[in-house]
């Protein structure tokens, strides 16, 4: 198959290629997504086929408005309009009861993850053909793209329409809150922070997300091994001593090492550190130093996907 590349401004393209039950790959704020039309069983089947995903994990539905997002949704919790008016369109994910019966999205799950994307185009693509399903998209196993190089390097031949909007702002995947019970759970941490969550509902018992921590039912992409590069990802306190040659070093401040990646802060690291775990994979390094951030904020997010990195068991 011809794999197609066009700009975010070409929706005609995208509106034909979904309305033919084919996948589309294209930028959200977070990570480039693999779409298909969540209402077509034989398009997001097609999803599942080309990431080689596991069955049993469900995918997020995109929709253009709170509105549209929440209708899919059934016995919506009071916080619930309060998270959506805060933090949509953007990086939050919520995990409510399913209003609709769609087997080929929820995996055999009886919710539903929906959010609200920012890219204007999307939510225009979402109002012309309805919710669409995407997960990350990445191969299984690689780690998520933000570009639409690293779309096309997994992806190349097997999907027909690739949408380049450059690099994604944000970098990390979006929060995933369970939102099914009377205050709401983290399952995945992402860019809408714990504090974020806290600021809007106010004091525990009215919807905080952490008093008193209900046992969550943990996030079905969590028993998925993830990703982890080839190379051997190590946590260090100061990155800036490592003088092994054959490295990658990812710190704020680098003198003398082979293949430095600096960040300035915590955005630019999450911004950047997927693209530098597949240039590591290209180079073929032995190992990847990464300088620890501190796990508050965006900080709780990206170390989350570190300690997955550097785990021996994925
Ligand atoms: O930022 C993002 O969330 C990106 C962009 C494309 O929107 N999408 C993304 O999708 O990261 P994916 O499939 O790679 O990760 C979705 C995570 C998985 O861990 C999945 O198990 C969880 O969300 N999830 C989806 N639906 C769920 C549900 N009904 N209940 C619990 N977890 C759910
Ligand atoms: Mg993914």
């Known amino acids: 198959m011809l794999t197609r590349t ?22 959200t704020e977070t990570v480039y997504g693999l779409a298909a039309r969540a209402v077509s069983r034989r398009a997001v089947e097609r999803i599942f086929q080309v990431k080689g995903r596991p069955a049993d994990n469900p995918l997020i539905v995109h929709a253009a408005s709170a509105e549209a997002a929440l209708a899919l949704c059934t016995d919506v919790p009071g916080y619930v309009p309060r998270l959506a008016a805060s933090f949509w369109p953007g990086p ?24 609200v994307p920012r890219p ?44 380049d909007g450059g690099p994604c702002a944000g970098g990390m995947e979006s929060t995933v809150l369970d939102c099914t019970g009377p205050d709401p759970a983290i399952l995945r941490p992402g860019p809408v922070t714990r504090d974020d969550v806290r600021r809007v509902l106010g004091s525990p018992g009215t919807g905080t997300p952490d008093a008193p921590p209900r046992p969550a039912p943990a996030s079905p992409g969590t028993r998925h091994p993830h990703y982890r590069p080839r190379a051997r990802v190590v946590l260090a306190d ?12 990812i710190a704020p401040v680098l003198t003398g090492v082979r293949h430095p990646r600096r960040y300035a802060d915590v955005e630019e690291l999450a911004r950047n550190l997927y693209a530098w775990f597949r240039e590591a994979d290209a180079l073929g390094v032995a190992t990847i130093y990464v300088q620890r951030v501190p796990e508050t904020g965006l900080g709780a997010a990206v170390m989350n996907r570190l300690h997955k990195a550097a785990a021996p068991d994925g």
């Open 120 to 163: 204007a185009y999307l939510r225009q693509l979402l109002r012309r053909v309805g919710p669409l399903a995407a997960p990350s998209a990445n191969r299984s196993g690689r780690p998520s793209p933000t570009t639409a190089a690293h779309c096309l390097a997994d992806l190349q031949g097997l999907i027909p329409l690739v949408v």
């Open 92 to 115: 939050l994910t919520l995990v409510l009861p399913s209003g609709v019966a769609w087997p080929w999205v929820q995996a055999g799950h009886d919710t539903l993850g929906v959010r």
């Open 6 to 27: 066009v700009g975010v401004d070409d929706l005609d393209a995208m509106v034909a290629t979904l309305e033919a039950d084919q996948v589309v790959a294209l930028p």
């Open 238 to 249: 100061d990155a800036a001593e490592v003088t092994e040659p054959d490295a990658m070093t």
